[in-house]
C-alpha cells in the first residue's frame, strides 16, 4: 500500500469512528430528552413560560454549562425551583438544545396534556364565565402597566399567546398568590374580575 492510499484509508476510519461517535451521541441525548420530556415541560410551563415565551428557549442552541448558567440566572430573578428541579431542567435543556442540536426541532409541549402539571390548590371558582369585554378595561387598569398594553409585555412578560393561557388553573394561581417578582392579586381582583382578564386575554 502506497503512503498515499494509507493516508487516505486513516482518515476514511477517523471519519467513520468520528460521525459514529456522534451518532451516538446524538441519539444519547435523545433518549434522555424524551425520557425527562413530560415532568421538564411541566416544569418549564409552570416557572419559565410565565416570564417569557417558549420560542426564546427552543432558540438556544447551548452547553450543559451555559445551560446551568441560564437556570441559575433564572432562580435569581425570581423562578421558584428547588436544586432538584434545576438539575432536571438543565439536563433536559442540554440534552435537547445542545450546540449540534438541529435548528428544527418538534415545538415544546407537543402532546403534553395539562394533567402532567403540577397544579396547586388554586381556589379558582368553577364554571365562572368570564366577559372578554370587561376583562380589557380591569387589565388596563391592573395588569397593562407590567404587562403591556394588549398584553404585549413590559416590566412584566408578555401574556398575549403566553403559553401559561393553555392551562387556566395555573394562570389563576399566579394571579391569586404571586410567582417570582409578581406579588398575588386576591385582595385586589375579584374572582369575576380574573375571569374576565382571562377571557380577554384568549381573544390576543
Not at 412578560?157 to 410567582?179: C, M, Q, S
Request: charged share 20%; proline share 6%; aromatic share 6%.
Amino acid at each position: 500500500m502506497s503512503q498515499r492510499n494509507g493516508v487516505i484509508l486513516c482518515l476514511v476510519i477517523g471519519l467513520g469512528a468520528w460521525t459514529a461517535v456522534t451518532v451516538a451521541q446524538e441519539d444519547d441525548q435523545g433518549a434522555i430528552s424524551a425520557a425527562l420530556a413530560p415532568r421538564a415541560e411541566a416544569l418549564i410551563m409552570a416557572r419559565c413560560s410565565v416570564c417569557h415565551s417558549p420560542d426564546l428557549i427552543s432558540q438556544q442552541r447551548l452547553s450543559e454549562d451555559r445551560w446551568a448558567a441560564t437556570v441559575q440566572k433564572m432562580k435569581q430573578w425570581g423562578a421558584e425551583m428547588n436544586d432538584d428541579e434545576m438539575g432536571l431542567l438543565v439536563r433536559y435543556l442540554s440534552a435537547r438544545y445542545h450546540r449540534s442540536a438541529p435548528l428544527r426541532l418538534p415545538p415544546l409541549f407537543e402532546g403534553s396534556g395539562q394533567s402532567e402539571l403540577p397544579m396547586p390548590d388554586t381556589m379558582r371558582e368553577e364554571n365562572l364565565p368570564g366577559v372578554a369585554a370587561r376583562g380589557a378595561h380591569v387589565f388596563e387598569h391592573n395588569c397593562q402597566a407590567c404587562h403591556g398594553a394588549q398584553g404585549g409585555g413590559g416590566v412584566g412578560p408578555t401574556l398575549a399567546k403566553n403559553p401559561i393561557l393553555k392551562y387556566e388553573d395555573l394562570f389563576w394561581e399566579t394571579v391569586l398568590h404571586g410567582r417570582g417578582p409578581m406579588p398575588g392579586w386576591s385582595s385586589v381582583l375579584t374572582h369575576q374580575d380574573i375571569a374576565d382578564v382571562y377571557a380577554w386575554l384568549l381573544t390576543k
